[in-house]
């Protein structure tokens, strides 16, 4: 069987983007069970109510939802169990430094197999108040809007 190349997406969390400013991101890998890479297979995961923290020097991500695998048997994974992310020492060190900061918290922002290997996306993040979200809102709907009124004008000028 030919190994996997390139990365195929299986879920995002937009919600992260419009609640949260993230600062810095990185790649880390999970410790699954096997019915949950065969679940994952299969695209099926959601990412809405996760977080991730730092307990003892390792990283571990909470509440993401990887549902049962159909064909698994009585050895099936449990769908919102505790996972393991796989970092560096150091990368740890780092996002932990900046928890304890105050304010800041730890967000997966996507989960996706990446040469066959799966692999979720986490971003150090800072919550936005709500006139900040109402703000980012309003600038992305006037781009909508400039951005269309310059594909009119180019359809009028041919």
Known sequence: MPKEKGQKVIARNKKAYHDYTIEDTYEAGMVLHGTEVKALREGRASL???????????????????????????????????????????????????????????????????????????????GKREYDKRQALRERQDKREADRAIAARKYVGE
């Open 48 to 126: 809405i109510d996760g977080y991730a923290y730092v307990d003892r020097g390792e990283m571990w991500v909470d509440n993401i939802y990887i549902p049962e695998y159909f064909q698994g048997t009585w050895n099936n994974h449990t769908p919102r169990r505790k996972r393991k992310l796989l970092l560096h020492k150091e990368q740890i060190r780092k996002i932990a430094s900046k928890t304890r900061e105050g304010g800041y918290t730890i967000v997966p922002l996507s989960l996706y197999f990446s040469d066959g290997r799966a692999k979720l996306e986490i971003g150090v993040a800072k």
